[in-house]
C-alpha cells in the first residue's frame, strides 16, 4: 500500500514568514499533485509535477518532486493570510490505473 | 470554480435511512471519482467511474454504492447510513481514465444523527 505522509501536520506562523511543507513516501510515484483546501470546500489542484527533481513555481509558492519521485516538498515565501488552508499532497502510482493516494495534509494557518 | 457540481451541498439525516448524491463532472472530462473525508480519517477515495464503467474501488462499504450514467454525470448511494458515515463527500472529474490532475466538487456534507 502506497502512503504519503504530510509533516508537519499544524503550522501557525506570521505573516510575511517563509515556511516549507513536506510530502514524503517510501514508494515512487509517477506524478505527485498539490492541492490546497478550505473549510468546507473541496481541494483545489494547485500544480502537478512529473518529472523527478522537477522544480515548478506559482507566484511565491515553490514546489519541488524528489529526484527518486518518492518525496515533494512545497515552499511559501513571505505567507500571506490568503494561505491559510489544507494543504494536501497527492501520489499518483506507478503500476497501471492506480487510485490518487492523499496524505493527510499541513494546516497552515498565517496571522496578520 | 472547478466545473463540478455536486447537489446537495448539506443533507441531515437518520439512521438508517438511504441517500443519493448527485455529481456533473466538468464539460469534457470522463472520469468522476468519489472521496469521503473526515477529520481523523483524511480524504479517503472510495470508487472511480470512467465512461459509464466501474474503474477502480477503494474503501468503500459494501452498503454503498455508485454509478455513472450516459450523460457522465454520477450517484452515490449510502444506504443503512451510521453516525460513522456523517463526513464530507467529494466527487472529482478528469478527462481520462487515469488519476492525472483531478477537479474536485464542493462538496456534500452529510450528517446521520
Known amino acids: 500500500t502506497q502512503l504519503l505522509e504530510q509533516s508537519p501536520q499544524f503550522l501557525s506562523i506570521q505573516e510575511g514568514e517563509n515556511l516549507t511543507v513536506y510530502c514524503n513516501s517510501s514508494?515512487?510515484?509517477?506524478?505527485l499533485q498539490w492541492y490546497r483546501q478550505e473549510p468546507g470546500e473541496g481541494p483545489v489542484l494547485l500544480v502537478t509535477?512529473?518529472?523527478?527533481?522537477e522544480v515548478k513555481k506559482l507566484k511565491r509558492l515553490t514546489f519541488q518532486f524528489g529526484d527518486a519521485r518518492k518525496d515533494s516538498s512545497l515552499h511559501i515565501t513571505a505567507a500571506q493570510p490568503g494561505d491559510t488552508g489544507l494543504y494536501l499532497c497527492?501520489?499518483?502510482?506507478?503500476?497501471?490505473?492506480?487510485?490518487?493516494?492523499f496524505g493527510k495534509g499541513t494546516r497552515l494557518s498565517v496571522i496578520a | 470554480d472547478s466545473g463540478v457540481t455536486q447537489t446537495p451541498k448539506h443533507l441531515i439525516t437518520a439512521t438508517g435511512q438511504r441517500v443519493t448524491l448527485r455529481c456533473s463532472p466538468r464539460?469534457?472530462?470522463?472520469?468522476v471519482y468519489w472521496y469521503q473525508q473526515s477529520l481523523d480519517q483524511g480524504l479517503q477515495f472510495l470508487i472511480q467511474?470512467?465512461?459509464?464503467?466501474?474503474?477502480a474501488k477503494g474503501n468503500i462499504l459494501e452498503r454503498f454504492s455508485a454509478q455513472q450514467f450516459p450523460d457522465l454525470h454520477s450517484e452515490l448511494n449510502l444506504s443503512s447510513l451510521e453516525l460513522g458515515d456523517s463526513a464530507l463527500y467529494f466527487c472529482?472529474?478528469?478527462?481520462?481514465?487515469?488519476?492525472?490532475?483531478?477537479?474536485f466538487g464542493p462538496g456534500t456534507r452529510l450528517t446521520v444523527t
Open positions: 472529482a472529474s478528469s478527462r481520462a481514465g487515469d488519476s492525472y490532475e483531478q477537479y
Open positions: 514508494s515512487v510515484f509517477s506524478s
Open positions: 509535477v512529473v518529472t523527478g527533481g
Open positions: 497527492a501520489g499518483e502510482g506507478n503500476s497501471g490505473n492506480t487510485p490518487l493516494v
Open positions: 464539460s469534457g472530462d470522463l472520469s
Open positions: 467511474y470512467y465512461n459509464g464503467e466501474e474503474r
